[in-house]
Each structure stands twice: as C-alpha cells, then as structure tokens.
C-alpha cells in the first residue's frame, strides 16, 4: 500500500525539527540572550500565529517559529538552573556518596550530591587514599560525609582532545572537588534537601547493588562484567580488551543498555501476563495488564539508572501501549519524533548525549530502510525458509542500523565496522538469551540449585558471544580505524540518505507524492 509523502501526516516530526533547532541556537547564544526574552519572543510568535488563522500557510510556518523560540526558551533555562556560583574559598559541606568509589591511581573518584545553602548539586569528587589507615576502604554507595574542601567548575586541560567538562555539565554535574585524605569524616546526612526523583534514584542505586551481589554469586568476574552491562547497565567491570573487541566488531550496542533490552523485558511480561490472563480472566484484563507491564518496565528503567536509550525505547512502549488501547494507527517514525519532543522538553541538553542521538538514529533508519534492505530479496512465506527470513530480518535490519549510525559513530570515535553484520547475528541472540535466562537467575535467586544451574548456562553463552567476537575482531580489516569527518559533512551524508530513501521509496512503490 503506497503512503502520500505529506508532511501533514507526521505532526511530531514537524514540531521536533524547529525544537531541535531552536535548543541548537539557544546553547550557542549561551547568556546572550535569557530566557525571559527567548519567552517573550515565543509568546508573542504565539500570538500572532492565532491572529493569522486565516491564512493556512503563513500560521503554519508561524507556528513553527514559535516552536523554535521556545525550544530556546527551554535551553536558555537550563543554562540558568545548571550555573551554579560556587564558593571562592575552601568550604565545609556535607555530601552523600551516589556511586561506589573506584580506585584511579593515588586517590577514588566518586559522585556526591553536595549539600549547600540553596539546593543540593552534583559534584565528581577526587578523594586522596591513605594507604597506611586505608580508611578510604570504608566507603561505600549511599554514606554520608563531611568535608572541607574547594568547589571548582569543570576545565578541560589545556591539550585535551575530549571535551571532559562538557560531558559532566551533560550529566549534571555542576562542580569538582578534591579532597585530602585528612579532611573528610563519616556523618548522617539529611536527604530531605534532595529531591523525590534524587532520593529515589539513589534507592535505585542501593538497590542495584544487591541485584549485582546476586549475580556476583552466581557467575564469575569475566562473565559478570558482560551480564551487569545487558541488565543493569553497568559496565564498569568490562575490562579494556573486551570492550574493544565489542567496538572493533559493532557490537558495542549490546553493552549500552537500550530499546533492545527493554524489549526483551518487554516480550517476558507479556508472556507472562497472557497466561494471567487465561488463569484469571476477570482479574487481568487487557488495559489492566498493559498498565501494569508498563509501570514494571519504567520501575526498571528508574533501577538501571535512566540512561536516555533505555528512557526512549520505555516512552516509545508507553505511547505504542495507549495507542494500542484506544485502537489507533499506530505511526513508528510520528511515535519516534514525539518521544524525542518530550525527552528534550524534560531535558535539552539530551540533543548532546552520545546515546540519545545514536538511539534515536539508528531506530529512524532502522523504520526507513528496514522494509525496503528486507524486501530486496524475496522470500516467500514457506514454513521451510522460516529461519532463512529470520537471518535476512536479522541483516536487513543490522543494515539499516548501520546505514544511520555509521556516520554518527565515525564522527565521534573515528572507526567504521566492517563486520557488523556478521557479529549482529551472533551478538543480537546471544544478549536475547543472556538478558532473558538473568532476569530468571535474579527472580529464582531464593533457589540456589536453580540459579546456579542457570548461572552456568549464561556462563556458557556469555563466553561463547566473547570468544566470537574477539575472532571476529581479530581478522583483517575487520574495522576501518581513523575516520574523521565533519560537522558539514555529516549534515550532508544524512540529507543524501534521506534523498536516497525518498528515490528508493517512490521507485519501489512505497510513497507517492502529494
């Protein structure tokens, strides 16, 4: 069936072009213009957009500055609420740990969430060891501290090719501290400063732990760091050679966690919730059992942290459920274009994250040039080519992925795969199998017998996905490595790639133009 090319019918993705738009100008204006006249200039777009009702044309492309205004209306206050005036001088605070401390050389590094005068502000602490009390050792996830100490904004040094400090103010971070081994002490600190959405991620964190204590008991240290990546979305156990032969091969989305993984989380609860439903029909019904999948899933997304990947796929779930509900057309890329609205209405600084532009590209491609890469070879419906459609399905959709993000990937780490669709085949049902036999260990835990037979098994699957990857990384060319592309040309590429879908649409009788 072809579709009409009108804009018309994708609303959301008509509004997020300005939005994005507008947040881009808005952080280069920076303080030169606030966010009281970005507003201004917002309302006032407003109002002249309804005056001109009349005419169609001219309060369409009013509307849409006006989107844009206030797409920098947003940035504008975000800048205003994340520079902080800290203090010139050495203060005393207290502070709560939000992460476990690492050792880097001579001192740990760590997370606090400060508590100062006005509100509480995230700061990346650099603590001194004292290797002779090793009181460092001491702490841990959720403690309290009092210290004296300086409160700088993030520099990035002088040679630095990474823009470290703009990471941390994309993270939240609003300052660095260092702090002496003698000028911090244990204390109760009070979390009442602390927002619900603060003191409920730091539960989260707290109660991350124990799940990672669980599998921790079940699987060892070289597994463990793969299978915390895929469900708990911590990779600080991966160790540098794995992570390259993930990188090498284009795997390393596996390790991110993101739609892929919710969607298997996703896949498990409907299971589950089917088999409710012919048990006690009149207890889970269908609107019943969608509202509670979702509020499992997005208690989920709150425990693994709130990466942007994970919060786009769990919205995109939440949309497609109530449209589901209220059996409505359901339009994938409308539906994709309206999560990233309210992701970067929630937080502008987003449109910057690494993970949020690489999710939502490779999704975008992956529903533009899946249908027409799957199509390319046809295949007919035969119960004896069932597994060789799913190959095909598997590559059609590793190519699309590829087409969206290899730019974005090349852009930022200077690398292209050549194997990524041979390591999609092997890494896609690998992480299905790993992800969904650890949310079993982790319900059958109070089961010793149970859960380490299934430990073992994620151990065999876990080395197997390993072992491939780093023969597949090993070959030849299996990556293009130092790749540098622009700005300007990666603004080209994607307009040549939505060029290039449009032909190839209108040419296989996908779209018609209106």
């Known amino acids: 069936m072809k579709k009409k090319m009108d804009l018309l019918m994708y609303p959301s993705v008509k509004l997020l072009l300005p939005l994005v738009l507008g947040i881009a100008v808005g952080d280069a204006l920076g303080e030169d213009i606030n966010s009281t006249l970005w507003w201004i200039m917002a309302v006032c777009m407003g109002v002249i957009t309804f005056v001109v009702w009349k005419k169609k044309y001219l309060q369409s492309l009013l509307l849409l500055f006006t989107i844009f205004f206030i797409g920098g209306s947003f940035v504008s206050m975000k ?48 603590i001194l060891r004292d290797t002779i009390s090793n009181r460092y050792q001491t702490l841990h996830l959720g403690d309290g501290i009092k210290a004296t100490a300086y409160l700088e904004k993030p520099m990035n040094f002088s040679d ?43 539960a989260a964190a707290g109660y991350r732990e124990k799940l990672m204590k669980v599998l921790e008991s079940n699987l060892d240290s070289t597994h463990l760091a793969i299978v915390t990546a895929m469900t708990l979305g911590d990779k600080q156990l991966i160790n540098r050679d794995v992570k390259e032969d993930y990188s090498i091969t284009g795997a ?39 509202l509670l999948i979702l509020l499992i899933l997005w208690t989920y997304v709150v425990l693994v942290g709130m990466s942007s990947s994970v919060v786009r796929s769990a919205v995109m779930l939440t949309i497609y459920s109530f449209v589901t509900l209220l059996n409505r057309d359901r339009l994938s890329v409308n539906t994709l274009a309206l999560t990233a609205i309210i992701m970067l209405i929630s937080n502008p600084y987003n449109l910057y994250d690494i993970g949020f532009q690489l999710s939502f590209i490779s999704v975008w491609a992956i529903l533009l040039f899946y249908p027409l890469i799957y ?21 059609a959709v590793s190519l699309a992925a590829q087409l969206g993000t290899a730019p974005l990937i090349a852009y930022y780490f200077g690398r292209i795969s050549t194997v990524f669709a041979v390591s999609s085949l092997i890494a896609v049902p690998s992480t299905m199998v790993i992800v969904s036999s650890s949310f079993c260990l982790l319900l059958l835990s109070p089961f010793p017998s149970l859960s380490s037979f299934i ?20 070959l030849p060319y ?33 779209i018609e133009f209106k």
């Open 79 to 126: 800048q205003h609420a994340t520079n902080v005036q800290l203090p010139e001088t050495q203060i005393t605070f207290k502070a709560v740990l939000l992460s476990n401390p690492i050792v880097h050389g001579k001192v740990i590094q760590t997370d606090l969430m400060v508590m100062t005068e006005s509100e509480p502000i995230k700061v990346r602490a650099s």
């Open 160 to 202: 630095a090719t990474f823009d470290y400090a703009g990471w941390l103010k994309l993270h939240g971070y609003s300052a660095e501290t260092f702090i002496f081994y003698n000028q911090w002490q244990k204390a109760k600190v009070n979390l009442h400063q602390m927002s619900f959405l603060q003191r409920t991620s730091l």
């Open 252 to 290: 390393s989305h596996v390790l991110a966690l993101s739609g892929l993984h919710l969607t298997i989380l996703y896949g498990l609860l409907l299971f589950l919730m089917s088999w409710c439903e012919r048990i006690l029909p009149r207890v889970f019904r269908r609107g019943l059992s969608e």
């Open 375 to 395: 199509e390319l070879i046809p295949l007919k419906q035969k119960k004896s080519l069932v597994v060789v459609r799913w190959l095909w399905g598997m590559v």
């Open 455 to 474: 430990g073992k098994f994620i151990c065999v699957i876990t080395e197997t996905l390993n072992t491939s990857l780093h023969w597949l990384a090993s």
């Open 478 to 510: 299996a990556s293009i490595e130092n790749v540098h592309i622009s700005i300007y040309q990666l603004f080209i590429y994607y307009f040549m790639l939505m060029a290039v879908w449009i032909l190839w649409s209108f040419l296989a009788g996908k």
